[in-house]
């Protein structure tokens, strides 16, 4: 559903904001009031290319902005997936926007972030139907036929084309796998001997080996400074001959211990320096330690050096760019061996993963396609009776399936044929109907499937009478289980509307248009004016 759309300096509309309601909504006004400019809002979106004259006098700019629903279906369209990396953390909506500069130049955003003017676009025209240029477009691709009758046929075949899809890419994946382990025999030696190389260069590798040996080799070379250090300190605080801190510490608590029983007070000082000299002694104590442990083994430096050396080697020859990495390709490594020591052939376990997956993928086409010749002609029936109902004729309408080579939409491809008139040979809908009748048949075929947003800016070209009231009931249909937008001038349409918008030129320097959302009362205003004012409406007898 597109629930918010808003424009700024477009042509003649300075600012405006529309919240659209689920069902169905009416945009009116007079003739050259700016109802259209809305359509072309619409049509930046869906890619129709920009043009500096688009640009109202409000500024050097022109934007727009839609606020839609997000599917999950479109979420996780693979088409799609370079958008849905832009995609905010727990956002739930889509939010598409194209900006027009002054030298004709756009910019196309999702979410406020910079874009792809093809993949806004082709998100765009997933969610929003329109009329005109862009449904000719659409109902000439044998792929949106395709979604138009399976969303006829249930919730049950939408589950089966997600069933398919992902039976295809787990297909794609098998077949990969079993291309890279048997494209040749050299290619298996090879891989099996970088196999045994890789467990074997990491063998005694641990978690922590890479930075423990790098702290020790940090420790071995400066092992002259830290002996030097630890030296002095310890005999500073100890030596072996004559009085250290510790010694003088000690020689302090002497004087003071004999005063304690004359002045109490002195007892927290002696207490003190007891405990002072304690720890000084321990301290080097612990330097001695120290100092002992300095005393590395010969050639300890060289070894550490070594395996650092043969750590950095790994990670290159394996193309790891990190040690965690290289430790997870060695393990894996060691599972794949120890798999081929126990008989395990990798190439016939692909051979056999690469079968399932085409029986797998081959049951649920066949489900599929089933299904789909299944709905063909009710779908079919149901279409042809919307046309003739909104003045199309006989409504004469097929669908045809043909098979194809399977893919992530099965192995059907659709088409759907009309004939307008009598004696006429059937055609394919998007040669066969133009301007308001194309409008007429995308309303008839939504009427039936339901879907997306439909939005209609000609859909009252040439008709009036009973065959608006036809249009205007399919329009209420078809705004029961979808969005619909409809631009119109026939109030039998306008009446129908869950909410109802009014564009209106405003004069002034410059004169711009302002588009507001009606009151009852406003709407009743609205249809008096479109049925031609109180002067029109007093000549009626």
């Not at 467990?199 to 830290?226: F, K, Q, S, V, W």
């Not at 030596?239 to 003088?248: K, Q, T, V």
């Not at 020591?341 to 692909?350: K, L």
Request: hydrophobic share 45%.
């Amino acid at each position: 559903m597109l629930r918010r759309l808003r424009i700024e300096n477009l042509v003649l509309i300075r600012a405006a904001e529309l919240e659209l309601a689920p069902g169905l909504n009416a945009i009116t006004g007079e003739t050259g009031a700016g109802k259209t400019i809305l359509a072309q809002a619409i049509g930046l979106l869906l890619g129709a290319k920009g043009d500096a004259s688009f640009l109202g006098p409000a500024g050097e700019e022109a934007y727009v902005e839609a606020e839609l629903d997000l599917p999950t279906a479109l979420a996780d369209d693979d088409a799609l997936a370079a958008l849905a990396e832009l995609r905010p953390e727990d956002e739930d909506g889509l939010v598409l926007a194209r900006r027009v500069f002054g030298d004709g130049r756009t910019r196309a955003y999702a979410w406020g972030r910079a874009a792809a003017r093809e993949d806004v676009a082709a998100a765009g025209e997933r969610l929003i139907a329109m009329s005109g240029q862009f449904e000719q477009r659409r109902l000439a691709r044998p792929a949106y036929q395709l979604d138009v009758l399976d969303r006829f046929a249930g919730d049950d075949q939408v589950r089966r084309r997600a069933d398919v899809r992902t039976a295809w890419r787990e297909l794609q994946q098998a077949r990969r796998r079993h291309e890279e382990l048997s494209a040749n025999a050299a290619h298996a030696e090879a891989r099996l001997a970088e196999l045994h190389a890789l467990a074997e260069d990491t063998r005694g590798l641990e978690p922590d080996t890479e930075d423990a040996l790098r702290d020790e080799r940090e420790r071995l070379r400066h092992l002259t400074e830290l002996a030097e250090g630890a030296a002095a300190a310890a005999s500073a605080l100890a030596p072996d001959d004559g009085d250290g801190a510790a010694g003088l510490v000690a020689l302090a608590e002497r004087a003071v211990a004999p005063l304690e029983r004359l002045a109490p007070e002195l007892q927290r000082a002696g207490d003190e320096l007891r405990d002072a000299e304690l720890r000084l002694r321990e301290t080097a104590s612990e330097l001695h330690s120290f100092l002992a442990s300095l005393e590395a083994e010969p050639g300890r430096l060289e070894h550490v050096e070594s395996e650092l050396d043969r750590i950095a080697e790994a990670k290159r020859r394996f193309r790891c760019a990190h040690y965690p990495e290289l430790l997870a390709r060695a393990a894996a490594a060691r599972t794949e061996l120890d798999a081929l020591e126990d008989g395990h052939d990798p190439v016939a376990a692909a051979a056999e993963a690469l079968a399932a997956a085409e029986q797998k993928l081959a049951v649920l086409v066949a489900e599929l396609s089933e299904a789909r010749r299944a709905a063909a002609a009710p779908f079919a029936d149901a279409v042809a009776a919307e046309l003739h109902d909104i003045g199309m004729g006989e409504g004469e309408f097929r669908v045809e399936l043909r098979e194809r080579d399977a893919g992530p939409a099965g192995m059907d491809e659709v088409a759907f044929l009309i004939r307008p008139n009598a004696g006429l040979p059937f055609a394919p809908v998007a040669e066969t109907a133009s301007g308001g009748e194309l409008s007429r048949v995308a309303l008839a075929i939504a009427a039936v499937a339901g879907g997306e947003t439909m939005v209609f800016d000609e859909i009252d070209a040439g008709i009036g009478g009973e065959t608006a009231n036809a249009v205007g009931r399919a329009l209420r249909r078809l705004a029961e289980r979808a969005q619909v937008v409809t631009i119109t001038h026939l109030p039998q349409i306008a009446s129908l509307a869950d909410r109802h918008f009014r564009v209106e030129k405003l004069p002034g320097d410059p004169t711009h248009a302002r588009i507001d959302l009606l009151r009852e009362d406003e709407r009743r205003a609205e249809f008096e004016r479109m049925l031609g004012g109180q002067a029109f409406l007093a000549t009626v007898r």
